[in-house]
């Protein structure tokens, strides 16, 4: 599967099989996590087997069941858009592997999920993960005259990156983001609300999948 498929066949999942996930994923997942943190400075963290923070053993909890493995997002402050960024490489990488994601901001036990916490750090948010019971299902999406300036005199690649950055997760389905072009200068923009700094992160990895990064820069 290409980064490209894993974008377009990705969808948020809430019903997992309760089983691990085996243990080459892990490693390679393990690997993916190490790279991430060193380009990015965060400090994300790999829990498996580990179903406090769902109450996996009850029927449903915040709507999940059987989710026993999770990202924990952890990072320095004002790092909301690395960490969506991030994630989301780690979420495409992982639908790549055959698992399936869900970002999940408040539906989780609090004081299930410890992770390792340096001083001036602190949990964003965490992400489910393991083998989804289905594949989920596509959300409504906005008009791309909605959350950009594109016209019919736009280059291919930027239809084709906000084509990606609408498939994008992001809190409550809002799609709070903004993008306008200039020749091939991009700018994108949160909208205000609760996490939209990190579903801009998350909103410009898939933008980069789409478009292309050797097509444009950012500004």
């Not at 004002?78 to 408040?106: P, R």
């Amino acid at each position: 599967m290409t980064i490209k498929e894993a974008l377009e066949q990705r969808h948020s999942v809430r019903q997992f099989e309760e089983k691990s996930i085996d243990e080459e994923l892990v490693v390679k997942l393990k690997a993916g996590i190490e790279t991430v943190n060193k380009e990015s400075g965060l400090h994300v963290q790999m829990f498996n087997d580990e179903p406090e923070a769902f109450q996996a053993n009850k029927p449903s909890y915040g709507q999940f069941s059987g989710c026993r493995n999770y990202f924990a997002m952890v990072g320095g402050k004002g790092m909301d858009e690395k960490i969506g960024y991030y994630g989301q490489q780690l979420v495409l990488f992982s639908q790549q592997l055959g698992l399936n994601t869900c970002w999940v901001a408040l539906t989780y036990k609090k004081g299930g999920v410890n992770p390792k916490i340096s001083s001036g750090e602190k949990l964003y948010i965490i992400i489910a993960l393991g083998y989804g019971k289905t594949q989920g299902a596509s959300h409504k999406l906005k008009e791309m005259s909605a959350v950009s300036d594109l016209s019919s005199d736009s280059p291919d690649w930027y239809r084709n990156g906000m084509e990606a950055a609408l498939l994008a997760p992001t809190a409550m389905n809002q799609q709070k983001f903004r993008f306008s072009r200039s020749g091939n200068k991009v700018s994108a923009k949160a909208g205000m609300g609760f996490y939209t700094k990190i579903d801009l992160g998350i909103v410009k990895y898939n933008f980069e999948i789409g478009a292309g990064k050797e097509n444009f820069i950012w500004v």
